[in-house]
């Protein structure tokens, strides 16, 4: 340890001050060496010296005050300088490849151990010329290897990425106590930069550095591997509307094998693809059409099947996310006469920004039109039956029949694809009144066998007060549950006007026809039934047949009540629609993720909500839930052998909050796909308890109160996506020559050098280390003040004495 | 929506593109007449659940037991069914004051809706308090005036207001046929403090309500002292409709059934132009803006074009 000791300036005047303060110090030495040499006789020459040691003194007080003058005394160490190894330790150096088509392939992380071992020696003599060797591993980040592992290497090559730049930047950041970086080391395979942008930065880094960068490629030009490079699609889609996927295919060493490219949706395979792998290195476009046929959140996959002698799989698929949202939902509205019911519900559907309505009404009858002025210019069309009930009846979501008498329009012959559109998932309503259930247009076999009630037999409209009763089912159901809430049920809400006696369907026990709103007189003569509301899901498709045509009596009176600030009528029908439809927001309870996408290692937020039959907040509701891998993505969550879904990672069960809320922080998941599952107990008394969880994501399965999400883990970047080494190789190379060091080829041979391209010392200071520091300032002190005083005030007394002021 | 061929409809109905009309129904209930070739063959029977115990099937011939279907094909109707036919009241609001100035005039409205559209309104319009609960029987509401509108009673503005917020239509009608400012002076001032969020403003030529039925270019009355008619709109739904020519009073007659006033200047035919601009006004009353569905507006142009 030696001290060093320097003199430091605390400011540093402008350079226009500093030349006025040079030239007068110029200028004062100068007169005081004239002084000195042309001295007046008489002047003894000690005097003449003191008046000069006093100007230089003076001068010099004035300098440490002027720039504030330090004293720095050092304690300071020689010390070596260092060398940081740098080993790639992603996943792409797991991978094999071979100098060519005929030797058997070797992981990359194997030939940089070789080459670490075969370079004993030139470490042991990089020691021996004072080098501290710093081995460190890096892939996202970097960490020092200790021990044995820095001896050997050894370990698992498997992280998500290679930031070489990131790693090297650590390297810029300066650090006192070690000793000066003198040059770096890089192993790798190169796949250090994914784009030009990265590619950019790895050079700045590097070049700030400032030192040598000595690689070793340990790559090799041969690799067999097909991977999906690159998946472009939209995060969201409209059902029944195409959609179009799109995926970069890109393999080595399988050019012209034949393959077919899969789609899946939540693991089931949508579409396939066929293609014939590309020459190395060439990027195969393979595009999937598909109209997703119902609204919900899935995780798609496009995947390439593992190819024979193929480096890995693990590159061989790409998940995504795609929310089917519905487009705007399509409802035909059709009339037979105008009333104040068809204003209300017309009214109601085009306030929906959502709904695109189309309606025809039928404004006048035969009778009219013969009485009617031939020259009266009228604003009506035709009534396009055809195109309506046989061209475009698929493209409705909801077909409302308001009143409508099928006979004498023509639409009695259409039952038939009327009913079937239901049946291949399509929305029925048929709304009753005085000419609905009275020409026997719905009793044809083709559509009766499918309507909750029996429509066989004429139902002329009986006028009457009625207030229906609300059914055990229907305090369940979507559409009339806020009529339990509402505790006075009907006898709050205006009467209804008139009612069709149509009774339930006595065979609707194969398509669940439900009676909601019953008569309240009861059964009929027959002992059947009397529903007001009734529905029924004939195959894919769900029907509700109201038996009056004054609902509109909800919407307008004297005394309406509102509940949860909304009119009866809205509670009634905007039910009916979102159940029609399938609506996943009719459900009460919602389940969100806040992301869709998450980084392996992020948490995932899930956030229940619970609802009321009115849809607002419930609180206090008890929730079960459940979280299961969706066997897709990741080879470890694979189904059972017997095909059983394994079983949840996490279950358990939340109460909602005063807001009708539950929240739940998932962490540490591994990669890979997941559903979210939820189920807000169901009403006491129904009978059934809570089943077995059912994790099937198929959004149909799930029932009124089950919801489910979906969401994917996935590695940070997308490391296995390039695995040819071919530009790893030139990118090493020419970081090596950028930087000075040298560029080494393991399947070349090359070895580590026994003289390693290092910086050069600078100056005095390369080598030694700081061990401690006092810094004395010189101008601050009343000793400066005193010095500055005695030496001016000096020279002025002395100079006085010999008669020179 | 794909553009259609229009023939088949044409040779149906035999009236071309002028009516929605059941005689389309002629047709096929000759067709679908049993042992006839009506029913459509072309698509898939539907399935249906093999026959056994309990088990629904739709062909069993009990379940095709049914009534058949008594059709009049002259009228479109059906013989021999009470069909309890749902009517629609146009209920005229009573006040102190000159509250019926032209007596009949929704009774007559009443009957021509009847004779021209499938609107049933009832043969005897009621007649309504504001403050009675009977206000809210039905969401149209017809006020007649002349010289002014005297204040409501206690609870009646509110009621009214009210009336319109949950979608009810206030057809006023100035009887002095534009002669007097005085009632449409007053009803301006009862809507401003009714629906104060929304002002009286004239009903622009491309409104629906000129086309809910007919094509009417003008709101004809008694008199057509103005071209148009002023309304209270919100959410693009008319509130109230203030009609200054008299619209009852060339609706009104007398008890042998003849015109009890005389339209200026314009006449009988000025007189059907009022009933037809009456029938829209109840077209829009009940089917709102349903003759602005883009369906109806394109084939619309397309029928002006062929002409």
């Known amino acids: 340890m030696s001290e060093r000791i320097s003199l430091a300036a605390g400011y540093v005047p402008d350079p226009l001050l500093v030349s006025v303060l040079a030239c007068a110090l110029i200028l004062a030495v100068g007169e005081g060496l004239t002084a000195f040499r042309r001295r007046r006789p008489g002047v003894p020459r000690r005097i003449a010296a003191g008046l000069l040691a006093l100007r230089l003194l003076a001068l010099a007080s004035l300098l440490a005050v002027a720039f504030e003058l330090t004293l720095r005394i050092e304690q300071v160490t020689a010390s070596g300088r260092r060398l940081v190894v740098l080993v790639d330790r992603s996943a792409s150096m797991a991978l094999p490849d071979a100098p060519d088509e005929d030797t058997a392939p070797t992981t990359r992380h194997a030939r940089a151990i070789t080459a670490w071992q075969d370079g004993a020696d030139a470490r042991v003599g990089w020691r021996d010329d004072g080098l501290v060797v710093d081995v460190r591993g890096f892939h996202l980040h970097s960490q020092p290897f200790t021990g044995a592992l820095a001896d050997t290497l050894e370990g698992q090559s498997d992280g998500a990425g290679s930031d070489l730049a990131r790693a090297l930047s650590e390297l810029t950041q300066p650090e006192p106590d070690r000793a000066p970086l003198a040059g770096v080391v890089v192993i790798s395979d190169g796949l250090v930069a994914a784009d030009a942008a990265t590619e950019g930065r790895l050079d700045t880094v590097a070049a700030s550095l400032g030192v040598p960068i000595t690689t070793l490629f340990v790559g090799a030009p041969f690799i067999r591997d097909a991977s999906v490079a690159e998946v472009r699609a939209g995060e969201f889609a409209f059902v029944e509307n195409v959609t179009e996927f799109e995926a970069t295919i890109v393999a080595h060493g399988l050019a012209g094998a034949a393959t077919e490219v899969q789609l899946r949706r939540n693991g089931e395979v949508v579409a396939t693809e066929r293609l014939r792998l590309p020459a190395d290195g060439l990027p195969a476009v393979v595009r999937f059409e598909v109209a997703p046929d119902r609204v919900g959140q899935f995780v798609y996959e496009i995947a390439v099947p593992p190819q024979p002698g193929e480096a890995t799989s693990a590159n061989n698929t790409r998940a995504f996310v795609v929310k089917v949202l519905r487009d705007k939902v399509r409802v035909l509205h059709v009339a037979g006469r105008p009333d104040w019911d068809v204003r209300a519900l017309r009214t109601l559907l085009r306030r929906d920004p959502n709904v695109e309505l189309l309606s025809y009404y039928i404004l006048r009858g035969l009778d009219d039109i013969t009485r009617e002025d031939d020259t009266a210019p009228l604003s009506l069309i035709p009534f396009p039956t055809d195109e309506l009930f046989e061209e475009e009846l698929g493209s409705f979501d909801l077909v409302i029949l308001h009143n409508f008498d099928a006979v004498p329009h023509q639409v009695e012959q259409y039952l038939d694809n009327i009913a079937r559109y239901v049946e291949e998932g399509g929305a029925l309503v048929l709304i009753g009144g005085d000419l609905a259930f009275t020409d026997l247009g719905y009793g044809l076999p083709e559509l009766a066998g499918l309507l909750p009630v029996d429509t066989r037999r004429r139902s002329p409209l009986e006028h009457g007060a009625v207030r229906p009763i609300l059914t055990e089912a229907g305090r369940r159901h979507p559409i009339t549950a806020w009529l339990s809430a509402a505790h006075e049920g009907w006898s709050q809400l205006p009467p209804l006007d008139d009612h069709n006696p149509l009774p339930l369907n006595p065979r609707g026990d194969r398509i669940g026809a439900t009676s909601l709103l019953v008569h309240p007189d009861g059964a009929d003569e027959e002992g059947r039934e009397r529903p007001i509301l009734a529905v029924a899901e004939p195959g894919r498709g769900r029907i509700m047949v109201l038996a009056t045509g004054s609902t509109w009596r909800l919407g307008f009176a004297p005394d309406l009540p509102l509940i949860d600030g909304a009119r009866p009528y809205d509670l009634l029908w905007l039910g009916a629609v979102r159940w029609l439809l399938r609506d996943d927001t009719s459900g009460r309870l919602t389940l969100e993720t806040d992301r869709p996408r998450y980084l392996v290692g992020e948490t995932v937020e899930l956030l229940a909500t619970t609802w009321s039959a009115s849809y607002a907040p419930e609180p206090g509701i008890a929730v079960d839930w459940a979280l299961r891998p969706l066997a897709t993505m990741n080879p470890s969550q694979a189904p059972a052998p017997d095909g059983a879904a394994p079983k949840p990672l996490l279950e358990g069960q939340w109460t909602t909050d005063g807001l009708g809320r539950a929240r739940h922080t998932l962490e540490a998941l591994e990669v890979g796909a997941y559903v979210a599952w939820a189920r807000r107990e169901l009403a006491a008394g129904d009978g059934t308890g809570l089943a077995e969880p059912n994790l099937d994501p198929d959004v149909d399965a799930m029932g009124q109160h089950e919801v489910r999400r979906v969401f994917i883990v996935e590695p940070p970047g997308r490391e296995l996506s390039r695995v040819d080494a071919d530009p790893g190789l030139a990118r090493l190379a020419r970081l090596a020559e950028a930087t000075g060091g040298e560029a080494l080829v393991a399947i070349e041979g090359d070895t580590l050098p026994r003289r390693i391209a290092l910086r050069e010392p600078e100056d005095g200071r390369n080598g030694l280390r700081v061990d401690a520091r006092r810094d004395v300032p010189l101008w601050n002190g009343w000793m400066a003040l005193l010095l500055l005083l005695a030496s001016f005030g000096g020279e002025w007394l002395l100079r006085r004495r010999q008669g020179e002021v | ?307």
């Open chain 2, 1 to 307: 929506m794909r553009p259609v061929d229009l023939t088949r409809r044409t040779l149906l109905t035999g009236l071309g593109a002028a009516a929605l009309v059941p005689v389309a129904g002629l047709a096929r209930s000759v067709a679908s007449a049993p042992g006839g070739s009506g029913s459509r063959a072309s698509f898939d029977p539907i399935p249906a659940a093999p026959p056994g115990p309990g088990v629904f099937d739709p062909t069993t011939p009990d379940w095709d037991d049914h009534d058949p279907a008594p059709f009049d094909p002259f009228t479109g109707n059906l013989h021999g069914v009470d069909s309890s036919t749902i009517t629609i009241d146009l209920p005229q609001l009573r006040y102190e004051g000159n509250w019926n100035p032209r007596p009949g005039a929704m009774r007559v409205l009443a009957r021509e809706l009847r004779l021209r559209t499938r609107l049933e309104p009832a043969l005897e319009p009621g007649e309504v308090a504001a403050d009675a609960d009977a206000l809210f029987s039905t969401p149209f509401l017809y006020v007649a005036g002349e010289g002014e509108l005297p204040p409501l009673p206690p609870g009646g503005e509110e009621a009214l207001r009210r009336f319109i917020d949950l979608g009810g239509l206030i057809l006023f009608d100035a009887a002095d046929g534009g002669t007097d400012p005085g009632f449409v002076r007053d009803v301006k001032a009862l809507l401003q403090r009714i629906a104060p969020a929304s002002e009286v403003a004239p009903v622009g030529r491309d409104h629906v309500l000129y086309r809910s039925f007919y094509l009417v270019d003008a709101p004809m009355g008694r008199t057509r002292t103005h071209d148009h008619v002023l309304g209270v709109q919100d959410e693009g739904r008319l509130r109230a409709l203030v009609m200054r020519n008299d619209l009852g009073g060339a609706l009104a007659e007398t008890n042998d059934g003849l015109p009890a006033y005389p339209c200026t200047p314009g006449g009988n035919v000025q007189r059907e132009w009022a009933v037809r601009f009456g029938v829209n006004v109840l077209l829009y009353a009940t089917c709102t803006d349903y003759k602005a569905d883009r369906a109806h507006v394109e084939t619309l142009l397309r029928s002006r074009r062929w002409r």
